[in-house]
Antibody, heavy 123, light 112 residues
Framework: QVQLVQSGAEVKKPGASVKVSCKAS????????MHWVRQAPGQGLEWMGI????????KYAQKFQGRVTMTRDTSTSTVYMELSSLRSEDTAVYYC????????????????WGQGTLVTVSS | QSALTQPASVSGSPGQSTTISCTGT?????????VSWYQQHPGKAPKLMIY???NRPSGVSNRFAGSKSGNTASLTISGLQAEDEADYYC????????????FGTGTKVTVL
């Protein structure tokens, strides 16, 4: 079965960077796009971007352009999301979520989600 | 790009039906059949309940049904059960130049 296992909670100071990992198993890693979605405490969901695990340039929501970098390591079936210049408003749970479409086709929804990684930004 | 509009809360007694609306624009909900719905219990990751407006993934109860009319999508939960109490979010692909997907504001479903 598909499993997405994320790295543990992080506490960072304002201005620092954080890198969250998402290890995939149970399917062919390079066959499905992966998204990152975040959720601030008590708030709704927010799409951050999408990466093609088989290569190519990730696409980021304009809000995060210049601060977010999504990468992948095919040898470990892991995708990463790094967010820099952290501020208190970045305190949130960060999720990876799989697109069920077979690359290059996208299906435009998220069929499997990681368990989430809480990132707390506090001085 | 604003979030899709959902009611903050809806409620119903066990066995009753309830409907959650999700209102967007012609650039998202109204323009594409790429509306999906997610259930989220406290402290848990979202779970896919409906995709492409009205399709149910395998394993999701047929008590959950999705539909769309114009710029508004809806999720109907029939035969409410205690375990349906959760937050529900809609999502849509969007033609916005600033992002690919937009989510709804979220609806808390309470089973009385």
């Amino acid at each position: 079965q598909v499993q997405l296992v994320q790295s543990g909670a992080e506490v960072k100071k304002p201005g620092a960077s954080v890198k969250v990992s998402c290890k995939a198993s149970g399917y062919t890693f390079t066959s499905h796009y992966m998204h990152w979605v975040r959720q601030a405490p008590g708030q709704g969901l927010e799409w951050m971007g999408i990466i093609n695990p088989s290569g190519g340039t990730p696409k980021y929501a304009q809000k995060f352009q210049g601060r977010v970098t999504m990468t992948r390591d095919t040898s470990t079936s892991t995708v990463y999301m790094e967010l820099s210049s952290l501020r208190s408003e970045d305190t949130a749970v960060y999720y990876c979520a799989r697109d069920p479409g077979m690359i290059p086709k996208r299906e435009y929804y998220f069929d499997n989600w990681g368990q989430g990684t809480l990132v707390t930004v506090s001085s | 790009q604003s979030a899709l509009t959902q009611p903050a809360s809806v409620s119903g007694s066990p066995g009753q039906s309830t409907t959650i609306s999700c209102t967007g624009t012609s650039s998202d909900v109204g323009g594409y059949n790429y509306v999906s719905w997610y259930q989220q219990h406290p402290g848990k990751a979202p779970k896919l309940m409906i995709y492409e407006v009205s399709n149910r993934p395998s394993g999701v109860s047929n008590r959950f049904a999705g539909s769309k009319s114009g710029n508004t999508a809806s999720l109907t939960i029939s035969g409410l059960q205690a375990e349906d109490e959760a937050d529900y979010y809609c999502s849509s692909y969007t033609s916005s130049s600033t992002l690919d997907y937009v989510f709804g504001t979220g609806t808390k479903v309470t089973v009385l």
